[in-house]
C-alpha cells in the first residue's frame, strides 16, 4: 500500500538557487556560471515575497547566504532541501530526465555558430521554402521575430534559429506559413536531426500572428522531442497500470513515453496551474502521479534577463499556491522543483548550473524540517518507492523521511 495515494510535481522552470558545486565547468556568453544564482539574485536585487513557499520551508534550505527577503520558518509545514544535477547538461530534456531517474553522460548536440547548411539545404528542399540565412545562430524568440517577421511576411521564407538548448526552432507567421504546414516542416526536420553530429532534443514549432512592431506568439507551439534512451519512472509507472499525469510540456520532453493522461499544453502558468487543480479534482484521479512544468518563468523572463517579470511571476505562482493545497486529500503529496537555472541577473541568455529547490507538503505530515542535500533523480527514486516500482538508472528514496 502506497503512503501517499496520489503524488503531485511542480517544476518551477528554470527557478535555481545557487551555483552548483560543478557550476565553472559550465559558460554562459564566456563567463563562468560559478556566480549564478536565480532566487538569490531576484531576491537581493528586486526583492522576492513570496510567503506560502517560505511556509513550507523555502528561506530555510541551506546556503551560504540566506534568501534576502524570503525568511526561515522557525515551524515550517513542509520539508525542504537543494539538490544536484550529475548529468552533463543544464537543459530541460536533462533536467526532467534526470529528475525520472537517467544520467546523461553525453550532453546533446548544440550549435552555437548555427545549423550547418546540409540541414538548412534538406529542410528548403522538402519544404520548397528558403531559410533566412541570418537567423540562423542562437536568437532570443521574440528578438528573431521583430527582426525577421516583416520579411517573412514579404518572401515566405523561414526563420530557423536555435539556442543555448539543444533545439532547432522554426518561427512562422500564421497568416503566411500555416501551422499545419509548419508542423509538417518541423516533423521533418525531427526526422534529420536523431544522430550526432545533430543530435537535438527538441524541434520546435514556434508560430506568431500580428504586424511588424507587434507580433505576438500564440500557444500553437509544438515541441518535437526525442523518446528517453532508457526507460524512466514514468514507464514504470505506467507499466504497473499507475495513473500518470502530464500538465504543460512535460508529455513533450518525453516525447510521450510513460503518460496516460495528458492535460494538454499551457497557455501561461495560470493556465498551467488550473490544469493542473482540473487533473487534481477530477474523479477520475484516484491513485497516481502527476507531473507538471510551468515555463513562463524560464521562457519569458529568465531568457530575456528580465529580473523584475521574473520576481512577478514568483509572486503569481505563490499566490495559486494555497489552491493547489486546497485541491489535495489527505495522503497527497506536493513536491516542488526545478530542472536547472536561468539567473536573470546574470550574463548572456543562457540556463545556469545551479542546484535546484526541492519542498514537499502534505495534509499528513506530523513533522517537517529539512532534507539531506541530495541529487535530481532522488525525485524519482521516492516516486518509485512510494508506489512499489523498481527505480530508473539512479537516485536514492527519501520517503522515509516524509513523515
Not at 68 to 75: D, F, G, I, L, R
Not at 123 to 152: C, H, L, M, W
Not at 219 to 239: C, G, H, M, Q, Y
Request: proline content about 6%; hydrophobic content about 35%; charged content about 25%.
Amino acid at each position: 500500500m502506497s503512503k501517499f495515494n496520489r503524488m503531485h510535481l511542480i517544476v518551477l522552470d528554470s527557478v535555481g538557487i545557487g551555483a552548483a558545486p560543478d557550476a565553472n565547468n559550465f559558460v554562459n556568453a564566456g563567463v563562468p556560471d560559478g556566480a549564478s544564482d536565480t532566487l538569490g539574485h531576484i531576491s537581493k536585487t528586486v526583492g522576492l515575497n513570496v510567503p506560502n513557499m517560505a511556509k513550507l520551508g523555502l528561506g530555510n534550505i541551506p546556503r551560504e547566504q540566506p534568501l534576502k527577503t524570503v525568511p526561515a520558518e522557525s515551524n515550517p509545514t513542509g520539508y525542504a532541501t537543494k539538490l544536484e544535477e550529475v548529468s552533463l547538461g543544464k537543459d530541460t530534456m536533462t533536467g526532467h530526465w534526470e529528475i525520472m531517474g537517467l544520467n546523461i553522460t553525453e550532453p546533446f548536440d548544440t550549435f552555437w555558430n548555427g545549423f550547418p547548411e546540409e540541414i538548412l539545404t534538406q529542410i528548403e528542399e522538402f519544404s520548397g521554402r528558403k531559410v533566412i540565412r541570418e537567423s540562423n545562430k542562437p536568437y532570443s524568440g521574440t528578438a528573431v521575430i521583430d527582426d525577421f517577421g516583416p520579411r517573412q511576411m514579404e518572401t515566405g521564407e523561414l526563420i530557423i534559429y536555435t539556442s543555448a538548448d539543444p533545439v532547432l526552432q522554426i518561427a512562422a507567421h500564421e497568416d503566411i506559413i500555416p501551422v499545419e504546414e509548419l508542423y509538417r516542416i518541423c516533423e521533418f526536420a525531427r526526422s534529420i536531426t536523431l544522430e550526432r553530429p545533430a543530435l537535438l532534443g527538441r524541434i520546435i514549432a514556434r508560430p506568431y500572428v500580428g504586424e511588424p512592431g507587434n507580433f505576438t506568439r500564440t500557444s500553437n507551439r509544438r515541441d518535437l522531442a526525442i523518446s528517453p534512451f532508457a526507460p524512466t519512472v514514468l514507464d514504470k509507472l505506467n507499466e504497473a497500470g499507475i495513473d500518470t499525469y502530464s500538465v504543460g510540456k512535460i508529455s513533450d520532453i518525453f516525447n510521450g513515453e510513460g503518460i496516460n493522461h495528458d492535460m494538454g499544453h499551457n497557455k501561461s502558468n495560470n493556465h498551467g496551474v488550473d490544469n493542473l487543480i482540473k487533473a487534481m479534482t477530477s474523479e477520475d484521479f484516484k491513485h497516481g502521479f502527476s507531473f507538471t512544468n510551468l515555463v513562463d518563468f524560464d521562457a519569458l523572463y529568465g531568457h530575456r534577463r528580465n529580473p523584475q517579470g521574473y520576481r512577478d511571476c514568483l509572486h503569481e505562482f505563490d499566490e495559486r499556491l494555497p489552491e493547489i493545497i486546497a485541491a489535495m486529500k489527505e495522503d497527497d503529496l506536493l513536491m516542488i522543483t526545478a530542472d536547472h537555472g536561468n539567473d536573470p541577473t546574470y550574463a548572456g541568455t543562457d540556463h545556469t548550473r545551479e542546484y535546484i529547490p526541492f519542498l514537499a507538503y502534505s495534509p499528513s505530515f506530523k513533522c517537517s524540517g529539512l532534507i539531506p542535500v541530495g541529487h535530481f533523480a532522488d525525485i524519482s527514486a521516492t516516486i518509485a518507492d512510494n508506489f512499489g516500482v523498481e527505480k530508473a538508472m539512479i537516485g536514492e528514496s527519501f520517503l522515509d523521511k516524509l513523515v
